[in-house]
């Protein structure tokens, strides 16, 4: 009785201690620091911060400091990585729709990406 007792009082303290420490979330990618997936990465993490009070804080891995697309889809379904930027064509063999709607090769040439792209707020130069 005495260890039930004790287990309780821990479980109890743990659970008082645990909403007063910051929620870490991990993203990875295997792009490297300075490409721009890397550059929203890390807007993203102030902007979480800076919402969240600092409750919330993103720790990024780029450059593949965690694997591959491979590893990182594999580590996001174990539960040990929050989130990934990866090349979507990788989830052609974890999601059926991707393989059925041959995504991410959707567009038939580069000005239809281009207007699916600019939407109704305006337009982007495309290189090609």
């Known amino acids: 009785m005495k260890r ?7 479980l109890a303290a743990l659970f008082a201690w645990a909403p007063a420490q910051a929620q870490e979330l991990k993203f990875a990618t295997q792009n ?3 490409h721009p997936l890397v550059a929203g990465m890390e807007r993203f993490a102030e902007i979480v911060t800076a919402r969240s009070g600092g409750k919330i804080k ?13 590893a990182n ?13 990866l090349n979507s ?5 974890q999601v059926k729709e991707f393989g059925i709607y041959d995504f991410p090769f959707m567009f038939a040439d580069p000005k239809e990406a281009d207007a699916v792209v600019d939407g109704p ?3 982007r130069t495309s290189p090609g």
């Open 121 to 123: 707020f305006g337009s």
């Open 4 to 10: 039930l007792s004790a287990f309780i009082a821990c």
């Open 89 to 93: 064509g990788i989830l052609a063999s």
């Open 32 to 34: 490297p620091k300075g």
């Open 58 to 70: 993103v720790n990024l891995f780029p450059g593949g400091v965690l694997g591959g697309d491979q």
């Open 73 to 85: 889809v594999s580590a996001l379904q174990g539960g040990t990585l929050e989130m990934v930027v």
